[in-house]
């Protein structure tokens, strides 16, 4: 078995605390399983952010709660971070779709293998 060469962290990862740990935590699984070369780093760098950002606002809105009374009137209004966290995760949701790293892109994976020799009709 070839070495597997190291993929160096990109400084702006490096920078956030929790999207470095997510992305050490990740290289190794993906390297493991032969899916992952440098040429995703800007889609890894992508989806290891948006993962620190969608944690950072879940933290929030736990502590802060989802709505907030504004104006005179104390009307409540949905806090932004919502909508930052809903965007967040669907950035992770795509990101985790084009690494192969979601059940349902691993079996489209499989089934475009599966594709090379079709067993039924012996070609």
């Known amino acids: 078995m070839s070495e597997k060469r190291k993929i160096s962290i990109p400084p702006l990862i490096k920078k ?15 390297q493991s399983k032969d899916i992952i070369t440098e040429l995703d780093i800007a ?13 950072r606002m879940e933290y929030f809105l736990k502590e802060n709660g989802q709505t ?14 919502v909508a930052i ?6 950035d992770v949701r795509t990101c985790a779709d084009r690494l192969g790293l979601s059940p349902m892109a691993r079996k489209k994976i499989n089934m ?12």
């Open 16 to 30: 956030d605390r929790v999207a470095s740990k997510y992305w050490n935590d990740t290289i190794p699984l993906l």
């Open 43 to 55: 889609l890894l760098t992508n989806y290891c952010l948006a993962y620190a950002n969608a944690m």
């Open 68 to 81: 907030v009374k504004v104006g005179t009137k104390g009307y409540t209004q949905v806090r932004p971070e």
């Open 85 to 90: 966290a809903r965007e967040s995760w669907k």
């Open 112 to 123: 475009d293998e599966g594709d090379e020799e079709d067993d039924f009709l012996g070609l």
